[in-house]
């Protein structure tokens, strides 16, 4: 297993370095991990596990909530802010009732979300002409470094 310190590190660099569409890229990808873990927890009984899980996706869902602008299109942005409402109420109801297949919607919906963001910033990239590397959203599990930032 990787160095907490060295993991932790890497996380740093790459949170300074990244670019706000890379941003809540990472948030996504730290919203689907959590929400994994925590789907796991209620699997297997472990619920200390679950409720870490489901605490730190719930503050990311809403981080992603509060951070939607409306500048430019603001019919756009309430229904992205609708669908991480509901996001957030069912993993509050689903942490609640320990409701594995109402976190598993959720854990589809973040998918979804995930995957229609990686195909945003392709076309984006594209319109501005550049050749930006591939996010984070091109490499296997086993490469990514683990979110989780410890004071």
Not at 118 to 123: C, G, H, N, P, R
Request: net charge negative.
């Amino acid at each position: 297993m990787a160095d907490p310190a060295t993991t932790n590190a890497y996380l740093r660099t790459r949170v300074m370095t990244a670019s706000p569409e890379e941003l809540r890229l990472l948030l996504l990808e730290g919203a689907l991990r959590f929400a994994n873990q925590a789907k796991a927890g209620l699997e297997s009984k472990d619920f200390e596990a679950a409720l870490a899980g489901f605490s730190q996706c719930r503050d990311i869902v809403l981080e992603l909530l509060t951070s939607v602008r409306p500048e430019h299109d603001p019919q756009l942005a309430e229904r992205v802010r609708s669908l991480y409402t509901f996001m957030y109420s069912e993993l509050v109801s689903a942490s609640f009732d320990k409701d594995i297949p109402k976190l598993a919607k959720v854990i589809e919906l973040l998918e979804y979300e995930r995957e229609t963001w990686v195909l945003l910033m392709d076309q984006v990239a594209k319109e501005r002409g550049v050749s930006e590397p591939k996010p984070a959203a091109d490499t296997t599990d086993a490469e990514r470094a683990p979110l989780s930032i410890q004071a």
